[in-house]
């Protein structure tokens, strides 16, 4: 007799649930990169050098951001199988220790900017794009300070399967990130126009009102008052931290693993000149904004299958995560056939200078085939997650991404190895190589993965006794 006889969802069903989590978080996530958008939309009106110092400045802030999610991402799962077991007890603890732990990491994120201010001055920019980035990095150092504390309550609240303030906070915050983008950019309502500067203090702003927001949420919300977050308040417990840091720390840089091939792409082509730096800029945000559809995916198999793996029913996390793939697939198809219908569009959107067009209009067929299998990639990463399993996964990551992809990237884009050197379009061609190769073996992992969780769940129920 096995546990869980009763009738499992059909697909339907699972599909509608998962829809009902996922699309939140994607109109969330969609907002929060919406924002970084905005930023180069507007500095692309400025100047050529504004556009490309954005780049830079955003990518070393991209990087630090990244790194600071994956770790508090760790907190996500457990919150998540704490809250599938009904402990809520445990749920509130979590949280607290996630905010403990918000404290060293917002110093680090501080140190790490004025590293990356550091390194802009050794690039072989003009002083022009160097002025520009180290002053658009700058204001992040107090945007940077609240990132960790503000993640700290969203993995909380996405690990409950509450993800109403992720989408209605990041939201209001694109609305008003925008606003505050052309006032400050451009000098409205009595303002000094301070150019690609003026879009990083617009983001100090909206970061304060998101930390703001989620900290009254968890005080006020009618479902997060009976947690109590803010009562019987912990001190730090370094097993509690270990735990987090345990599962974060893979996860963070598995991120990177990714997230660090795309930053240094700018660094390494800013010799070839602003057109070619404009042009990833483009081609790199309205890439970043698609991959918020699979992202919300992701994380709603990430809260799925912790909670059913909380519930001791790994077949229906299972069940849960091919539903998730299929849809991943088919939304893969649809972006990748927009990124090349509207490429001509999206590059005159985003810049007035005819090169840089000509270049970004030619980069998103190269967008358009990473994005099949990068969505896969975060699919499966994410059901991964939700059984916190992160170590596999990020040796997945280093392999695909540094020790097969990159040494491809760097010969094809700047060496004569393969023969004339083809630029920017060498180092898209290693992101595409890398996330095929990533997709399939997290897809063979998590195969294994679920089919253990199974296999250990009928072990535990029907023990093999030994002959006497």
């Not at 199988?81 to 949280?95: C, D, E, N």
Request: charge should be positive.
């Amino acid at each position: 007799m096995t546990p869980n006889t009763h009738r499992r969802p059909t697909f339907v069903q699972n599909a509608g649930d998962l829809l009902r989590l996922a699309g939140p978080l994607m109109l969330g996530q969609l907002a929060v990169v919406g924002m970084t958008v905005t930023d180069i939309y507007m500095a692309g009106q400025v100047s050529a050098d504004t556009l490309a110092a954005l780049q830079l400045g955003g990518s070393i802030w991209a990087m630090i951001s990244l790194l600071v999610i994956g770790v508090m991402i760790g907190n996500s799962p457990i919150i998540g199988t704490f809250w599938g077991a009904g402990q809520s007890a445990k749920v509130r603890f979590q949280f607290q220790q996630a905010l403990w732990l918000s404290i060293p990491m917002s110093l680090a994120v501080c140190g790490a900017i004025l590293l990356g201010v550091l390194l802009l001055g050794n690039l072989d920019i003009s002083p022009e794009v160097y002025r520009i980035a180290r002053g658009y990095l700058l204001p992040y150092l107090i945007t940077g300070f609240m990132f960790p504390a503000f993640f700290a309550f969203r993995s909380t609240f996405e690990g409950v399967g509450d993800i109403r303030p992720v989408m209605i906070f990041n939201g209001m915050a694109f609305v008003l990130n925008g606003i505050l983008d052309y006032i400050l950019v451009f000098g409205k309502l009595g303002f000094p126009t301070m150019g690609g500067i003026g879009a990083a203090w617009a983001t100090t702003v909206v970061m304060t009102f998101l930390l703001l927001s989620m900290a009254a949420y968890g005080r006020y919300a009618g479902n997060m008052k009976r947690l109590q977050l803010y009562q019987q308040f912990s001190g730090p417990s370094a097993a509690a931290i270990a735990g987090i840091l345990r599962l974060g720390i893979p996860i963070a840089l598995m991120i990177a693993a990714e997230v660090g091939f795309f930053a240094i792409i700018p660094m390494m082509i800013a010799h070839l000149g602003a057109n070619v730096l404009g042009a990833h800029a483009i081609t790199n945000n309205l890439d970043s904004l698609a991959y918020m559809i699979p992202l919300g995916l992701g994380q709603a198999l990430t809260i799925k299958v912790s909670h059913a793996q909380g519930r001791k029913d790994p077949r229906e996390a299972r069940q849960i995560c091919l539903t998730g793939f299929k849809f991943v697939f088919v939304l893969a198809l649809i972006l990748g056939s927009l990124k090349i219908l509207l490429r001509h569009d999206f590059a005159r959107m985003f810049s007035p200078e005819p090169d840089v067009q000509i270049i970004a209009a030619s980069l998103f067929f190269f967008s358009a085939a990473l994005g099949c299998f990068d969505s896969m990639q975060m699919a499966t990463s994410g059901a991964l997650r939700g059984y916190k399993d992160a170590r596999v996964p990020l040796v997945i990551q280093i392999v695909a991404f540094w020790v097969v992809a990159f040494p491809i990237a760097y010969s094809l884009a700047l060496t004569d190895f393969w023969g004339e050197p083809i630029g920017v379009f060498g180092f898209w061609t290693g992101l595409v190589i890398a996330a095929s190769l990533a997709s399939l073996l997290m897809l063979y992992r998590w195969n294994v993965v679920s089919k253990k969780a199974i296999a250990a769940l009928d072990e535990s129920l029907n023990p093999t006794t030994a002959p006497e």
